[in-house]
């Protein structure tokens, strides 16, 4: 079974950086064989896509593209989402997920079978 373990969030100010790591374990498994997402979901709102990387790179949504940036360090198991420029409407619980398959597809689609428990991230002066 693979587990997804978020962390990295905490209270920035505006303007500010943080990195999420997403790290990944199970038995068998090797990071390269799978897409892996980050989601947010804000009080009161609908979870939606932020970032997603597959054998293709990385894909972003409008609201953070040229501020986040998503990496892999296959050999630790662990993606990576660099947040800069950080927004009060950033503030969320960040969600990793992952999907046993590295085709863009997956990143299209936004369709993951993992689930990770999330990390807070603030953005408050």
């Known amino acids: 079974q693979l587990q997804l373990v978020e962390s990295g969030g905490g209270l920035v100010q505006p303007g500010g950086s943080l990195r999420l790591a997403c790290a990944a374990s199970?038995?068998?498994?090797?990071?390269?064989?799978?897409?892996i997402g980050w989601f947010r979901q804000a009080p009161g709102k609908e979870r939606e896509g932020v970032s997603c990387i597959s054998s293709a790179g990385g894909t972003y949504v409008d609201a953070v593209r040229g501020r986040f940036f998503i990496s892999r360090d296959n050999a630790k198991n662990t993606v990576y989402l660099q947040m800069n420029s950080l927004k009060p409407e950033d503030t969320a619980v960040y969600f990793c997920?992952?999907?046993?398959?590295?085709?863009?597809?997956?990143?299209?689609?936004?369709?993951?079978?993992?689930w990770g428990q999330g990390t807070q991230v603030t953005v408050s002066s």
């Open positions: 997920a992952a999907h046993p398959s590295p085709s863009d597809f997956v990143c299209y689609m936004m369709d993951f079978e993992y």
């Open positions: 199970g038995s068998g498994f090797t990071l390269d064989g799978y897409s």
